[in-house]
């Protein structure tokens, strides 16, 4: 099947099924999560077009509900990090330290997961660029560029939820800016 036979077909099944799998999808999560899956359910039906059986309904459905799943583990591991970095604020005595890691804990939560693993390589699980690039299948000025765009929105975040001047969060905040 060539490119433009397979578009055909997908965009067949799109307007005969997608209403249906949206639906199946809105009962089991949030709208914008519910739209991120639809189009990863017919992203998928299109690089395996020639393998689906016919009619596609069921496999579509079947493609929702285990794309569904890993997104929803998605979460569940960002919640757990969350969590950790949540109870780890609690065992703090030093007042300027407790205050800077509840508004990392709560400002990293905000942030998209890419750049929760990219901040966190680094600053939780003290791997080197080096190493961080590798684990992330990129170069290591790659890495870099990723690390400086996720640092900017930390600080950008920080800034949005108050943090600012001579507070130890919004100190972080600007050493974060470079």
Known sequence: MDDAERRAVIDEWFRAYAARVLAYLLHRTDPQTAQDVLQ?????????????PD?????????????????????????????????DVGAESD?????????????LATLPAADRE???LTGWYDLTPMQAAEALGCTASAYG?????????LADALEAAGYRGATPAGQFAEALRG
């Open 40 to 52: 990863e359910v017919f992203v998928t039906a299109f690089g395996k077009a020639d393998q689906v």
């Open 55 to 87: 009619p596609p309904l069921g496999w579509l459905f079947g493609t929702a509900r285990r794309l569904l799943a890993n997104r929803l583990r998605g979460f569940r591991r960002h919640d757990q990090l969350i969590a950790r970095l949540m109870d």
């Open 95 to 107: 007042p300027d330290a407790y205050e800077l890691k509840q508004a990392f804990a709560q400002t």
């Open 118 to 120: 990219v901040l966190t």
């Open 145 to 153: 560029v990723r690390l400086h765009r996720a640092r900017k929105r």
